[in-house]
């Protein structure tokens, strides 16, 4: 989720400098191949626990839902096509992340993590 955000921020800075349009979806059209080559084969071995908790942690290092990010760099259209891919397996993108409410555990497991303490 960590390296996400950073590709993310990344990204989102770099297309800021292009110029127009075609030029920003050229750029997209580079990072979005580069993502599918790099993580697809790890995603693929990813369980559905693993996926749904995936979805969490992006939330919460990037304090924006997989789906608004999705939608954000591919458009609604691709957005809306994974949330339906998402819902039949019975999860959700838009998906928020409750470091105080119902993911209060996943939080003290990743503060842990962060401490070096597991």
């Not at 960590?2 to 989102?12: A, G, L, P, R, S």
């Not at 580079?30 to 626990?49: A, F, G, N």
């Not at 924006?64 to 039949?88: D, E, K, N």
């Amino acid at each position: 989720a960590k390296e996400v955000n950073k590709i993310i921020i990344e990204t989102y800075e770099y297309l800021e400098t292009l110029p127009n349009k075609k030029a920003k979806d050229a750029h997209m059209k580079v990072v979005e191949e580069s993502i599918k080559r790099e993580y697809t084969p790890r995603m693929k071995k990813l369980s559905y626990s693993q996926g749904k908790l995936l979805i969490k942690l992006i939330y919460r290092e990037s304090n924006s839902s997989s789906y608004g990010l999705i939608q954000a760099f591919l458009g609604p259209v691709r957005a809306g096509f994974y949330q339906a891919f998402a819902w039949a397996f019975g999860s959700s993108l838009k998906k928020r992340y409750e470091p105080n409410g119902a993911d209060r555990l996943v939080e003290r497991i990743v503060l842990q993590v962060e401490a070096g303490q597991l």
